[in-house]
């Protein structure tokens, strides 16, 4: 027996076997797990139509509609696949996490970014700045 492509219709239905479910509108292949039928009795899930049109993400998923409208679109705004590998100084794909130059980190660590120097002077508030004026 071919699997059997369905459409998750719940939103409460957070995984189906080992498959993570992203919400309703994405397909999946039944399994033939024990309760497949009692998915499909309650309405979790309904069978996938020859007319309905399947979105095939990058990702790997499969939502119902197109990459406009409907569940891909949510996906896609969540998701954020054009975003990943980007560089946001050279706006380029980035082949793997730039390093940090030594002058830019503290002791050469490419992990800590300090927003300043040890020691330096705290800024001054300006005169008159700062207090408490009656208006009434």
Same mark, same amino acid.
């Given at each position: 027996?071919?699997?059997?492509?369905?459409?998750?219709? !719940?939103? !409460?239905?957070?995984?189906?076997?080992?498959?993570?479910?992203?919400?309703? +509108?994405?397909?999946?292949? $039944?399994?033939?797990?024990?309760?497949?039928?009692? $998915?499909?009795?309650?309405?979790?899930?309904?069978? $996938?139509?020859?007319?309905?049109?399947?979105?095939?993400?990058?990702?790997?998923?499969?939502?119902?509609?197109?990459?406009?409208?409907?569940?891909?679109?949510?996906?896609?705004?969540?998701?954020?696949?054009?975003?990943?590998?980007?560089?946001?100084?050279?706006?380029?794909?980035?082949?793997?996490?730039?390093?940090? !130059?030594? !002058?830019?980190?503290?002791?050469?660590?490419?992990?800590?970014?300090? $927003?300043?120097?040890?020691?330096?002077?705290?800024?001054?508030?300006?005169?008159?700045? +700062?207090?408490?004026?009656?208006?009434?």
């Amino acid at each position: 027996m071919p699997p059997v492509k369905v459409v998750v219709v !719940s939103t !409460s239905m957070p995984q189906y076997g080992q498959t993570t479910i992203d919400g309703p +509108g994405q397909v999946i292949e $039944l399994e033939g797990l024990r309760n497949d039928h009692t $998915l499909l009795q309650y309405r979790y899930v309904r069978k $996938l139509e020859e007319e309905d049109e399947v979105y095939d993400c990058q990702c790997g998923r499969r939502f119902v509609g197109t990459a406009i409208s409907g569940p891909a679109r949510g996906h896609l705004e969540r998701a954020r696949h054009d975003q990943d590998g980007v560089d946001l100084d050279g706006g380029t794909k980035a082949k793997g996490r730039r390093k940090a !130059s030594a !002058s830019t980190t503290e002791g050469g660590d490419d992990r800590a970014h300090p $927003l300043e120097r040890e020691g330096a002077e705290s800024p001054t508030k300006p005169e008159g700045k +700062g207090e408490k004026v009656d208006l009434g």
